[in-house]
């Protein structure tokens, strides 16, 4: 498949962020450690026993059992760029993974003294992992807003979110895969499936329903519930403003509150969002809209995922804007001491 090139966009200066710091001991909730010594982990999956981590610094973390950690090297087609908030992002194992040993990756790289980003297909052989097909690259990206979230649907199909490159117009532009979240159609091809996003970092379903989390500008974070077609706004609206022939938030903290939201799941009617900036789990009632729950503690909260029993999540303290504790960046469960 060809790959499809855009133009380089300009880069926006990286804005520094005050995080509260780890200090888990003082953590409000119960929690396991599972594993330690990840390095700048991004997204998790779980297969039986085993977790395969993306590390933004180019490297799969494989947690055994009993919570020993490898750092299995990933052969990319290009250099990962050292842009901020670049490198080895969204990664999820095929549904058929434990027979074919494929994986959806995305990252960024560097071309020509540029960055930008790319989704392409990976192969798992000898401990470590092989590019083998390139599904989309070229695509725009600034110095920060890469998106970079990929999910596989209850039917098999593979979602992404791509950020607007810090160009906001690019969001509202259906000419260009910025700030949108895309679709992998039968005939291995990304098409869009939404619109008029800025920085979307999570996808999740409950009840075949499709809820995306997105940072705000400055606040106005947002948790979409995202349909086919449909335009959430960015740059014309945001948070809790409305516009006809836009979406609103299904929930927003508002104009007073940053979460930074990233990698969310779903359990028991509950959304569970990872927060950065907001340095917690927090809790969403997916019934009646409110948060019940801010887990806090931590540092900056990445990735949050559910087997089906229980809750896990992973820090990213190490990522140059948190403040390491102890053997970061770490693997929690949740409520098992």
Same mark, same amino acid.
């Given at each position: ?187 291995? #091809? ?5 619109? *008029?996003?800025?920085? +979307?970092?999570?996808?999740?379903? /409950? !009840?075949? %329903? ?27 609206? #945001? ?5 006809? *022939?836009?979406?609103? +938030?299904?929930?927003?903290?508002? /104009? !007073?509150? %940053? ?79």
């Amino acid at each position: 498949m060809k790959r499809l090139l855009f133009p380089f966009l300009s880069l926006m200066v990286l804005a520094g962020c005050n995080d509260a710091p780890a200090n888990p001991k003082e953590a409000n909730v119960a929690t396991e450690a599972i594993a330690g010594g990840l390095e700048i982990p991004w997204t998790i999956n779980k297969i039986n026993d085993d977790f395969y981590i993306s590390e933004r610094t180019g490297t799969v973390a494989h947690v055994a059992v009993d919570g020993q950690v490898t750092h299995q090297p990933v052969n990319f087609s290009d250099p990962l760029s050292s842009a901020a908030e670049a490198g080895f992002l969204g990664f999820v194992l095929a549904a058929d993974f434990a027979e074919s040993k494929q994986a959806y990756g995305y990252y960024v790289y560097e071309q020509d003294g540029r960055s930008f980003n790319k989704i392409a297909r990976f192969v798992q052989a000898d401990g470590s992992w092989n590019e083998t097909d390139v599904l989309l690259a070229g695509i725009p990206t600034g110095n920060v807003h890469h998106g970079g979230r990929l999910e596989i649907d209850e039917n098999g199909m593979l979602f992404a979110t791509i950020g607007d490159a810090s160009e906001p117009e690019l969001a509202q532009d259906l000419g260009s895969v910025n700030g949108k979240i895309l679709r992998l159609n039968e005939s291995d #091809e990304f098409e869009i499936y939404s619109h *008029g996003h800025r920085n +979307p970092q999570g996808i999740s379903w /409950a !009840d075949g %329903t499709m809820y995306a989390s997105e940072h705000g500008q400055s606040a106005n974070d947002e948790i979409n519930i995202i349909e086919e077609g449909k335009n959430y706004g960015w740059p014309v609206i #945001e948070g809790d403003a409305t516009e006809d *022939g836009m979406e609103t +938030p299904f929930y927003t903290p508002g /104009a !007073d509150d %940053t979460w930074a939201p990233s990698g969310i799941a779903v359990k028991d009617g509950l959304l569970y969002v990872a927060a950065l900036r907001g340095t917690a789990i927090k809790v969403i009632d997916l019934k009646t809209g409110e948060v019940t729950d801010s887990f806090e503690g931590f540092g900056r909260v990445r990735d949050v995922f559910v087997d089906g029993e229980d809750v896990y999540f992973i820090t990213n303290n190490t990522d140059g804007r948190g403040t390491p504790s102890e053997n970061d960046d770490q693997l929690y469960r949740l409520g098992n001491e």
